[in-house]
């Protein structure tokens, strides 16, 4: 199929591009890398009147570190973030997923924020954010606000950007030292969406217990989640393999995996056993490092 009669404008800085998304509220839709939002155009899921292309905007595709926060632009490519060696330095789980997102052609074009602001339920940026409690930072011609990764992600393909706002940025907070994280992904072949993806971010404390903890999850649920549940079991607790399969299996109960072409829900449930304990362990083993 070919996508409905739409209107085209390409901004050259964000005031005019939320201008056009405030005076065209509800017509307009944002176009970033172009890769989830094509696709449904084609297939008329999607039929805007108007796409307002955000790849001419100046300073949203940057990564930098201030002294409380790593920030990634909006417009921030997969492959960017892969190829970046200082963030992978401070967050060695972002190189993790962003290696593992579709195939090098989506890599240079699909965009963090895209993924963000797209919300599939099987989407790897989404858990990871969870896991590392970033912030998602919304603009609109009213001005900026900051909100929390967790509690962002509502339903399937719906967050909580309004439509004339632009995501620009993701902020995730610098981890203490002695911390460590992980993304383990299962895919049926590569370059595929998840089966299960399990994202862990630990900090050990002075005592070697596990002072603080973020769990993401995706694929097996209406949206990626933090897996709560496990979180409260480990926090403050003695790491190890004991404890970790503990939590896992706490994190395939908290899950809602659906049957599909990816497998029965049951297995996917076995799999977020495995893929959480692996995430763990290894988060650990960074985390000593
Ligand atoms: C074959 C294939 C395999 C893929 N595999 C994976 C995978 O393994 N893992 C994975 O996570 N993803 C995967 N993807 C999705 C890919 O990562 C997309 O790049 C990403 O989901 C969307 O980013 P984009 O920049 O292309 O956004 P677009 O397609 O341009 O936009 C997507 C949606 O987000 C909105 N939007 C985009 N940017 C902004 C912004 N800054 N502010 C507000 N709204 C915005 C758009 O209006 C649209 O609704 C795959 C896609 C394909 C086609």
């Known amino acids: 199929m070919i996508p409905a009669a739409f209107d085209y404008v390409r901004p050259a800085d964000i005031g005019e591009a939320l201008r056009i998304l405030k005076e065209r509220e509800g017509e307009a839709k944002v176009l970033s890398g172009g890769y ?7 297939l008329r899921l999607a039929q805007p009147a108007l796409l307002v292309d955000i790849q001419a905007l100046g300073g949203l595709d940057g990564i930098s570190r201030t002294d ?38 989506i890599r240079n074009w699909g965009t963090i924020g895209g993924s963000v602001a797209h919300a599939d339920p099987a989407a790897d940026w989404p858990a990871v954010l969870q896991a590392l409690h970033a912030s998602i930072v919304l603009r609109s011609a009213g001005g900026e606000r900051v909100v929390p990764a ?9 967050t909580g950007i309004e439509a004339t706002e632009i995501l620009t940025e993701i902020r995730i907070p610098l981890p203490a030292p002695r911390s460590g994280g992980s993304y383990q992904k299962l895919e049926r072949r590569a370059g595929d969406f998840s089966t299960v993806g399990a994202a862990v971010q630990m900090t050990l404390g002075g005592d070697g217990r596990i ?10 649920g209406d949206a990626p989640f933090a897996a709560t549940h496990a979180e409260d079991a480990l926090r403050g607790a003695k790491p190890g393999d004991e404890m970790f399969r503990e939590a896992a299996a706490a994190a395939s109960r908290q899950s809602r995996p659906a049957d599909d072409s ?8 076995a799999m977020v056993t495995e893929m959480t304990f692996r995430a763990l362990r290894a988060a650990f083993g960074r985390a000593l490092a």
């Not at 989830?36 to 084609?42: E, F, M, Q």
């Open 150 to 158: 967790r509690g962002f992600f509502i339903d399937t393909f719906q």
């Open 36 to 42: 989830s939002l094509l696709p449904l155009l084609k």
């Open 262 to 269: 990816h497998g029965p829900a049951e297995y996917k449930r």
């Open 211 to 220: 002072a603080q903890l973020g769990i993401g999850l995706t694929a097996v």
């Open 68 to 105: 409380d926060d790593m920030r990634i632009g909006a417009r921030a490519t997969h492959r960017r973030i892969l190829e970046d060696d200082g963030l992978a330095a401070v967050l060695p789980i972002m190189r993790d997923a962003a290696g593992g997102i579709g195939d090098p052609q």
